[in-house]
């Protein structure tokens, strides 16, 4: 099982931005599918964006123009850039990879928008 580290977290107002980072410990690691997920405890875990091996990437309508997924496959690293932070973007913020159906899970990192 893939072990994953997420960092960049933190608060930040209004209309700020935050990269976040994870670093996997795999030596495949251009093998997976990455994906962010972040989850508040009014509501269920959900996907903010993913990026597949061939760095196609996806993402929420709600995220849309704003955040954007990338792949540093010699770093083993994904990143969630996100600007134009809005209060609704406050959640814990995980990491997940995943290959041939088997998914590996962060533990997380908090973001919090507040003025």
């Known amino acids: 099982q893939v072990q994953l580290v997420e960092s960049g977290g933190g608060s930040v107002q209004p209309g700020g931005s935050l ?3 994870c670093v ?3 030596d495949y690691f251009n093998t997976y599918t990455m994906a962010w997920y972040r989850q508040t405890p009014e509501k269920e875990r959900e996907l903010v ?3 597949r091996t061939d760095r196609i990437d996806t993402y929420a309508d709600s995220v849309k123009g704003r955040f954007t997924i990338s792949r540093d496959n010699r770093q083993n690293t994904v990143y969630l850039l996100m600007f ?6 406050t959640a814990m913020y995980y990491c997940k990879s995943t290959r041939s159906g088997v998914e590996s899970w962060g533990q997380g990192t908090q973001v919090t928008v507040s003025s």
Do not use: G, Q
């Open 49 to 51: 964006a993913s990026i």
């Open 24 to 26: 996997a410990s795999t």
């Open 19 to 21: 990269r976040l980072s």
């Open 84 to 89: 134009s932070l809005k209060p609704e973007d």
